[in-house]
């Protein structure tokens, strides 16, 4: 049976982080697996996570199943931490929602929605963009196109290239897919008036966008994070939102996450609802409990979400600390090269604007790691290793 099949390589970013752990080398800098780290290098638990997880042992009854669309509590608060308690869709009941296996079941299950309902459908992807991203929705049977995005020499979005190719090539009900917040890989991000214009775009043109909200609270806050996905919700009548639970609660793990989908009426929601616990049945059958537990334990009380936000800012302002060091450290070892980019992009993410060449030299020379388009990792960097890092990436240059 097994016999015609070939053996897949391994995924670059998790082949990257093997060899990683066999190097030798004592000054080795890990800036390719997209975590979150520590100043000496860890991934952490959250101090508020570990206080819902003691209130979930002491007072957890039960481990059976519960149910297709989640933990409704999860359900509820994740969909006003994305949109505002306020929100005209939450009012007139129109989002369905559903707790996922993290943002990569949240991505998959929207694509097989749209695959029932449009087989083949053409879902517009920016270039670049998360390379799971091309497998969740293509092994679902949508049709990819890309739109351009992200400009290497002036190293800034083509905002105007991406609007006029969806205006020109984009047809009505055309899927658009954006990243909300902290783009990945590139960290360059659409401002209020990009996004504003982007909604009207898709308004206009008939196409749903489909917003991928991974790193809510690591770019400028946990609501300024939000615009492009309230912006749109303002603006369009169906949209998609798939969020992750791994990076702003560390919850990498416990595979948390949530989709959103927004419907012209609570009539269309509820069909909407119906359908999604259908396809997650013949997927996962049920959610994983625990880690939807503690977001809602967190969320569900006014000491630890202040705790819980105070930790997403220390994370958020580390990451934003390490991107001007970098650019101070960088611009001094690397004469005539301008790195003031990486302090004007957002997130855990940043291409250094290198050849795959110099990415192949700075591992096997220096030990440093970082995916081949050069897109590295801020989070892993720290006082102990950015000179070092900055030293290494002249030589190479």
Same mark, same amino acid.
């Given at each position: 049976?097994?016999?015609?099949? &070939? ?11 093997? *060899? ?19 100043? +000496?290098? *860890? ?18 009854? +039960? ?10 509590? $999860? !359900? ?77 020499? !002036?190293?800034?979005?083509? $905002? ?23 783009? &990945? ?41 939000? @615009? ?6 303002? +603006?369009?009548?169906?949209? $998609? ?7 702003? $609660? ?27 616990? &259908? ?18 334990? @967190? ?77 590295? &990792? ?6 102990? !290793? ?12």
């Amino acid at each position: 049976m097994f016999e015609q099949l &070939n053996i897949i390589p391994q995924d670059p970013i998790l082949s990257l982080m093997m *060899e990683f752990q066999n190097d030798s080398n004592p000054n080795k800098v890990d800036l390719g697996v997209g975590v979150y780290k520590t100043p +000496t290098g *860890e991934t952490p638990v959250l101090t508020s996570v570990k206080t819902a997880e003691e209130y979930r042992w002491r007072n957890e009854a +039960t481990k059976s199943y519960i149910g297709g669309p989640g933990n409704a509590d $999860f !359900n509820r608060l994740m969909r006003e931490l994305a949109l505002g308690k306020d929100h005209t869709v939450l009012a007139e009941q129109r989002v369905a929602s559903i707790q996922a296996p993290g943002g990569c079941g949240s991505l998959r299950l929207g694509a097989e929605l749209i695959n029932r309902v449009k087989p083949g459908n053409k879902i517009w992807m920016s270039n670049p963009t998360w390379a799971n991203h091309v497998p969740l929705f293509g092994e679902a049977g949508l049709e990819i196109a890309e739109y351009p995005y992200y400009d290497r020499e !002036n190293c800034s979005v083509r $905002f105007a290239e991406m609007c006029q190719t969806l205006e020109q090539e984009a047809q009505a009900g055309d899927i658009v897919l954006l990243h909300a917040c902290c783009h &990945n890989p590139c960290g360059a991000d659409l401002n209020a008036e990009q996004w504003q214009t982007m909604a009207e775009l898709c308004k206009n043109k008939g196409l749903v966008p489909f917003l991928d909200m991974a790193y809510q609270g690591f770019g400028s806050g946990l609501v300024e994070d939000t @615009i492009g996905v309230r912006t749109m919700a303002d +603006t369009v009548e169906e949209m $998609f939102v798939a969020i992750s639970c791994s990076k702003n $609660f560390g919850l990498y793990r416990e595979r948390i996450g949530l989709l959103m989908v927004i419907a012209k009426d609570s009539h269309a929601a509820d069909a909407v609802s119906s359908q999604l616990i &259908n396809l997650a049945r013949g997927i996962w059958s049920m959610p994983p409990a625990h880690g939807a537990a503690l977001v809602a334990t @967190i969320l569900g009380s006014d000491e630890l979400t202040t705790q819980w936000e105070a930790e997403v800012k220390e994370m958020r302002d580390r990451i934003n600390g390490l991107r001007s060091q970098a650019v101070s450290k960088l611009n001094a070892a690397c004469h005539g090269v301008d790195f003031s980019f990486i302090e004007k992009e957002f997130g855990m993410f940043s291409f250094l604007g290198i050849s795959p060449e110099q990415v192949a030299k700075l591992k096997a020379e220096y030990g440093i790691y970082m995916v081949s388009s050069s897109r590295i &990792n801020v989070a892993g960097l720290n006082d102990s !290793n950015l000179d070092y890092f900055a030293d290494s990436v002249a030589k190479v240059l």
